[in-house]
C-alpha cells in the first residue's frame, strides 16, 4: 500500500506541474506582493510637499525651512504667498503649507517661556488622504516645534522598528495571505476539480479510501507552501531587511503549522463545495476577505469594532500573522508566542476532525 | 450464479422518482444491456449498484454482497466506467493507465494480459494526453482502466455514447471478448441497435423496467403486424396514415414510417385510401427491438 500512496503523489505532483500558468502565478504572487508591499504600498509619509509663507524671512525661520527641507519625509516646495495658500493646495502642487507670523521669532520666545498667546504657526493640510495628513501634521510639528519640544516632558522611542518600516509589519500579513491562497484554495479546487470531472466517482468506486487519495493531494501543495515559505523568508529577510530576530526556525516551524492548517481548511471548503467555482468563492469571501479585514493585517484588531474583535479570535491569520510579527520583528522566540501556537494546533485539529466526519465516500 | 440481483430498488431525488421499485438479476458471464432513452434512470441504477447511492426502498446484491452493508467488499471487486469521460485529461495515457492500476493495488504487468486486445489499440499514443484523444479512443483508454483490476463484474454506463459507428462496433466486439473470459458485463445505452450484442436485455423508461428478455425474445414479444411505408411526401404520408381506420400508431423510423396495424386493418383499404400519394408503397416488416420499445412505451 505504500508504494501506490506514493503513486497517488505523484499523480498530483503531475497535475500540479503540468498546470504551469497557476504555478507560476502561485510562486509570482508572493514575490510581486512583497515588492509592492515593501517598496511601493506603504503606509509611511514620504515626499510630503510643503511650501512656506513667511512675510519675514528671517533667520529663524530660514533655518526651520532648512530643516525641513532637509528632512527625507519632505520635500520644499518652496515659498509661496498668502493669497496662493488654497490654489497650490486644490491643485496638488503642494500636501502642506506653513505659515509663519510676521513676529515668528518674538512669539517662538514667548512660547519657550511659557507665555500663552495666539498661534504662531499655522499649518495647512490636504487632508483628502486622512493617514498622510495626519501623519505629516505629526512630523511637521515635531520638526519645527523642536526647540520647544525638547522642553517638554514627552520623550518617544519607537521600539523594534525604529524607522517605522511598514513592509516590517506586512510581511507576516502577506505570509498569513499566501498560505491561505496556496493551501486552503488551491487544494480544495483540485479535490472539487475530481467531483466535477467525475473522476471522484471512478476514485470512490475503488478499495481505496478517498480518504488517502486525498491526503495524498495534500503533500504536493504542502512542498510548494515550503518552498514559497522559505522564497518569502529570503525576500523579506535579503530585499526588505526584516530581521527575523526571534529565530528562523521558529518561524518555520510556526509556519508548517499554519500551512497544515490551511490544508485542513482547504479540505473542509472541498468536503462542502460541490463545483470549482463555489470553491473559490468560498475560499475567497470566507477566508480572504476576513484574513484582509479582520487579520490584523490592514488594521490593528485594536481598532475594530467590539463585534469584530470578537470574531478575529475565530480567524487563524489572526493569531498567526500576531505570532510572526512577534518573532520577526520582535525577536521574540517561539516559546514566548506558545499560547498563539496552541490556538492554531487546536484549530488544526478541530478543522481536520470536522472534515474528516464531514467527508462523504457517496455522492450524496 | 446471479452476479447481480436487484430487489424492488427505488431511488428519488427530491420529486423526481428516478427508478421505481426496479427488480431483475444478472447471472454470472453474462452480457446484460439496459436500454433506454436519457432520464430512464440507467445512471442512478448504476450508481446505485456501484455502491455510490444509497437506495431510498430495496436491497440489491452485486457479487453476493449487499450494495449498502458491504459497499467496501463490491467496490473492491468491480469495475466501472461511469458515463462522462472520468480520467484525468492532463495525464498521459500511460499515466492514467498506471495510476488506476495503483488505485487497485495492482501493477500495468499482472494484468496486462487482459487489457492487451484494448490497450494495444491506443498504446502507439501512450505518451499524449488522454484529453487530447478522439472519442473512441477515449472510450477504449476508459475500459482498459475499468479492467485493470481483472473485476468480476463490469459496470458500463453508456460506454458508446458520443462515439463513431465504427468505434462503437468495434467497441462492443472487445465487450463480447471480455464475456467470453467470463466476466459479468452490466452495460447501458440509449441505442437500440446495440441491443442485439447483449445476452439479455432490460428496456427501461422512466424509472420502471418494461420488459426484460434477450433481444430476440424481445422481439418475439410483438404481437402485431407492423408495416413499412414510404410515399414521396413523407410527412403528408404521416398525417394522413394517422387519420386511417384500424392504424394504432404510425412513426418515422429510418427512411420509411413504420405503421403499426390495429383492429380491422387492410394493408389493401390503406393503400386504396391512401392512393392520392404519389409513390405510396407498404409492405409487412420484421419488427426491432426499437419498435417494442415503442409498443411498450404507449402502453
Excluded at chain 1, 21 to 36: E, N
Excluded at chain 2, 206 to 220: A, F, K, L, Y
Aim: a neutral charge; aromatic letters at 10%.
Amino acid at each position: 500500500m505504500q508504494n501506490n500512496f506514493l503513486s497517488f503523489v505523484k499523480k498530483e505532483s503531475l497535475h500540479i506541474l503540468r498546470d504551469s500558468r497557476t504555478m507560476l502565478i502561485v510562486m509570482l504572487i508572493p514575490v510581486v506582493l512583497m515588492v509592492l508591499f515593501g517598496f511601493a504600498i506603504s503606509t509611511e509619509v514620504n515626499n510630503i510637499k510643503v511650501a512656506v509663507v513667511a512675510p519675514n524671512r528671517t533667520d529663524a525661520i530660514r533655518k526651520a525651512v532648512t530643516q525641513l527641507a532637509q528632512n527625507d519625509y519632505f520635500s520644499f516646495y518652496g515659498y509661496i504667498s498668502n493669497d496662493q495658500v488654497d490654489k497650490k493646495l486644490r491643485s496638488g502642487e503642494v500636501n502642506a503649507v506653513v505659515l509663519f507670523v510676521p513676529d515668528y521669532e518674538r512669539r517662538m520666545v514667548d512660547v519657550g517661556s511659557g507665555v500663552s498667546g495666539s498661534p504662531v504657526i499655522q499649518l495647512i493640510l490636504d487632508a483628502s488622504n486622512v493617514n498622510t495628513a495626519g501623519a505629516a501634521s505629526g512630523y511637521l510639528q515635531s520638526i519645527l516645534w523642536g526647540p520647544v519640544s525638547q522642553q517638554t516632558l514627552f520623550e518617544t522611542r519607537m521600539l523594534f522598528n525604529p524607522q517605522m518600516k511598514s513592509a516590517f509589519n506586512f510581511v507576516p500579513g502577506i505570509m498569513g495571505l499566501i498560505f491561505i491562497l496556496v493551501c486552503a484554495m488551491m487544494t480544495s479546487v483540485s479535490i472539487v476539480r475530481e467531483k466535477e470531472m467525475g473522476t471522484m466517482e471512478v476514485l470512490l468506486v475503488s478499495p481505496v479510501r478517498p480518504f488517502k487519495i486525498i491526503m495524498a493531494k495534500m503533500i504536493p501543495y504542502f512542498a510548494i507552501s515550503c518552498i514559497v515559505l522559505l522564497l518569502i523568508l529570503f525576500l523579506a529577510h535579503y530585499l526588505l531587511g526584516v530581521p527575523m530576530s526571534g529565530g528562523v526556525w521558529g518561524i518555520l516551524s510556526l509556519s508548517m503549522l499554519y500551512l497544515v492548517l490551511s490544508l485542513s481548511l482547504g479540505l473542509l471548503v472541498s468536503t462542502i463545495a460541490q463545483t470549482q467555482v463555489a470553491a473559490l468563492l468560498i475560499s475567497a469571501m470566507v477566508m480572504m476577505m476576513p484574513i484582509l479585514m479582520l487579520s490584523g493585517m490592514l488594521f490593528p484588531i485594536e481598532n475594530l469594532p467590539k463585534f469584530f474583535q470578537v470574531v478575529s479570535t475565530l480567524i487563524p491569520a489572526r493569531w498567526y500573522i500576531d505570532a510572526v510579527r512577534k518573532m520577526m520583528i520582535q525577536g521574540v522566540p517561539i516559546a514566548e508566542v506558545w499560547s498563539n501556537c496552541a490556538i492554531l494546533f487546536g484549530m488544526t485539529v478541530l478543522l481536520l476532525g470536522v472534515s474528516f466526519k464531514k467527508f462523504n465516500d457517496k455522492l450524496e | 450464479m446471479e452476479a447481480i440481483e436487484i430487489y424492488d430498488i427505488s431511488k428519488s431525488f427530491g420529486p423526481v422518482h428516478a427508478l421505481e421499485s426496479v427488480s431483475f438479476t444478472v447471472r454470472a458471464g453474462e452480457l446484460f444491456g439496459l436500454i433506454g432513452p436519457d432520464g430512464a434512470g440507467k445512471t442512478t441504477l448504476f450508481r446505485l449498484l456501484t455502491t455510490l447511492l444509497i437506495p431510498d426502498r430495496g436491497t440489491a446484491r452485486v457479487g453476493g454482497y449487499d450494495i449498502v452493508a458491504d459497499y467496501r467488499a463490491i467496490r473492491s471487486c468491480v469495475g466501472y466506467m461511469p458515463g462522462r469521460f472520468s480520467l484525468y485529461p492532463d495525464l498521459t495515457v500511460e499515466e492514467n493507465l498506471n495510476f488506476f492500476a495503483a488505485l487497485f493495488g495492482v501493477t500495468v504487468a499482472q494484468s496486462y494480459n487482459l487489457v492487451a486486445p484494448i490497450y494495444r489499440q491506443i498504446e502507439p499514443f501512450k505518451n499524449r494526453r488522454a484529453g487530447k484523444l478522439s472519442g473512441g479512443m477515449k472510450q477504449k483508454l476508459a475500459l482498459s482502466c475499468a479492467l485493470i483490476h481483472r473485476p468480476q463484474i463490469l459496470f458500463l454506463d453508456e460506454p458508446t455514447t458520443g462515439v463513431d459507428a465504427v468505434s462503437r462496433s468495434e467497441f462492443w466486439n472487445m465487450l463480447s471478448d471480455l464475456r467470453q473470459r467470463g466476466i459479468t458485463i452490466l452495460v447501458s445505452t440509449p441505442y437500440m441497435d446495440e441491443a442485439s450484442r447483449c445476452d439479455r436485455i432490460a428496456l427501461c423508461n422512466e424509472g420502471r423496467i418494461m420488459g426484460i428478455d434477450t433481444p430476440r425474445g424481445i422481439v418475439h414479444q410483438y404481437d402485431t403486424e407492423l408495416y413499412a411505408v414510404r410515399a414521396h411526401n413523407m410527412y403528408a404520408l404521416l398525417e394522413e396514415a394517422r387519420k386511417v381506420e384500424g392504424v394504432d400508431a404510425c412513426y418515422p423510423f429510418g427512411e420509411a414510417h413504420h405503421l403499426v396495424a390495429g383492429l380491422g386493418f387492410d394493408s389493401g383499404h390503406f393503400a386504396e385510401r391512401l392512393g392520392f400519394l404519389d409513390g405510396l408503397h407498404i409492405e409487412p416488416v420484421a419488427p426491432t427491438i426499437e419498435d417494442v420499445f415503442i409498443k411498450l412505451m404507449k402502453r
